[in-house]
Each structure stands twice: as structure tokens, then as C-alpha cells.
């Protein structure tokens, strides 16, 4: 590739207006969270979402977000989620950056007709922040799966 020393790469697009922008992230926040908002919201007792690692039951077992439950996002359909309530946002989370389970998990819940977001960085990014886990293997459990 030919990088042009006379145009800027940055500008070569012109930015959005101010209104198209901020639909623009207020859409990408409504369906995605962080590590960081959900650990808060635990530990000031705001827990009217369900949260759900939707890794492997090895993967879960093994080391896991406390409180969180575990359905594998190819396991999600209309009889596994019957005991979910509509009207709660359900947070999902997979391994981390690298992993889209849960982008796959929370496109079947929509589908189904929840309200979900995905909590960016899962697994790994929980981890790095310092958070506490459950499981088997807690803070020994591999950092990938």
C-alpha cells in the first residue's frame, strides 16, 4: 500500500456531525457494557440484570464471574432460557477481546426477544482488573479457553 505524504488519512473521511455521532455511541452503548460498570454494580447491590458466561460448563466450572450462570451460547434457545424473565437485561460475557460467544450469545437472546448486553473484555478482562471469581480453578484457571 501506497501511503499518500500529502493527504491526511484521518480526514480523508470526513467525521459525522455531532447528532449522527452521538446516536452512534449511545446505540453501541445500549447493547454493550464493561468489566468495570458490572463489577460496581455488584458491589452496590444493583443486580436487576442476570448475568450469564456463556463459555463452556468446563470453562465455567473451571473459573467464573461470581454470581453468574452458565449457558453456552450454541446452547441458548427457546426451552434453555424458559425461566428467564423478558422484561430483565441480561449481561452476557465470553472469554474476552478475541472470543465473539458473546456476541453470538446475545444475538440468540434478541432473538428471542431479551434485552441483553455484552460485557466487553469478559473473562480476561474481569481478571486483569483484579476482580474476584469462583470455580475449581479460580485465579489458577488458564487465561484463555
Known sequence: MTIPT?????LEIPAASPELTHRH??????????????RYDMQHGFNDFLLI???STKAYGECHVPGAINLPSNQ??????ASFAKEQ??????WGPACNGGTKGAARLSGLGFKV????????YWRKEGNNVEGTLGETAPLIG
Open 6 to 10: 500529502n493527504k491526511s488519512l484521518v
Open 53 to 55: 458466561d456463556v463459555r
Open 117 to 124: 448486553k455484552e460485557m466487553l473484555g469478559g473473562m480476561e
Open 76 to 81: 441458548i434457545n427457546e426451552e434453555t432460557t
Open 89 to 94: 437485561t441480561i449481561v452476557v460475557y465470553c
Open 25 to 38: 455511541y449511545m446505540n453501541k452503548l445500549s447493547v454493550e457494557t464493561d468489566v468495570a460498570d458490572v
